[in-house]
């Protein structure tokens, strides 16, 4: 039975670090929204704010359909996105059902005002336009998510979050 390991929550909290730590660290294949939206955002040879918006729902797309065809070969895979809508959460809810996959969901949340602060000094593939984007406060309860879920405040450095994770995955199910 493979495992799927979603790591969400909103812009600044983090998802990246961890998903590229934990990936390195217990060797399992990690997709990234962001990495997605950036390779077809230049090798389209897009330029504007607007084209980069509308790889949003592509991106996120792209690598569903990806787990879901690696899930279905037996691997086991890490995806990471905001995932802060209802319909995603039906998704892996469905995989559970078709595939037998164990699912276990890593919520990240962070103060508001320290996510502020990384959101605005982050540096990234040009494709996002941080700079010409107005930061936002956001919420999700992600209640839509699947289980097993854990909440983690990402304020910590990344080596103690990433011991959180693995117990936590050991010790679900």
């Known amino acids: 039975m493979s495992k799927l390991i ?10 990246t670090t961890l998903a590229d730590k934990l990936s390195e660290k217990i060797g399992i294949f990690c997709l990234h929204k962001d990495s997605v939206k950036e390779s077809m955002y230049n090798s389209m040879r897009m330029s ?10 592509p991106s996120v797309k792209a690598i569903m ?5 690696n899930i279905n070969r037996g691997i086991d895979v890490i995806i990471e996105s905001t995932f802060n809508f209802e319909p995603e959460g039906r998704i892996f809810e ?4 078709k595939y037998g ?13 320290e996510r502020r602060i990384r959101f605005e000094n982050r540096e990234r593939n040009r494709c996002h336009h941080d700079r010409q984007r107005k930061y936002e406060k956001m919420r999700c309860d992600y209640a839509h998510m699947p289980e097993s879920k854990i909440f983690l405040k990402s304020d910590e450095p990344v080596s103690g979050l990433l011991n959180k994770v693995i117990k936590f995955i050991e010790h679900a199910n």
Request: proline share 2%; aromatic share 8%.
């Open 48 to 57: 504007t704010l607007e084209d980069s918006i509308k790889l949003g729902y």
């Open 101 to 113: 996959v164990s699912i276990y969901t890593i919520v990240l949340e962070i103060d508001e005002k």
């Open 65 to 69: 359909d990806l787990a879901e065809e």
């Open 6 to 15: 979603i790591i969400c929550g909103v812009p600044g909290v983090g998802k």
């Open 94 to 97: 469905t995989w559970k059902v």
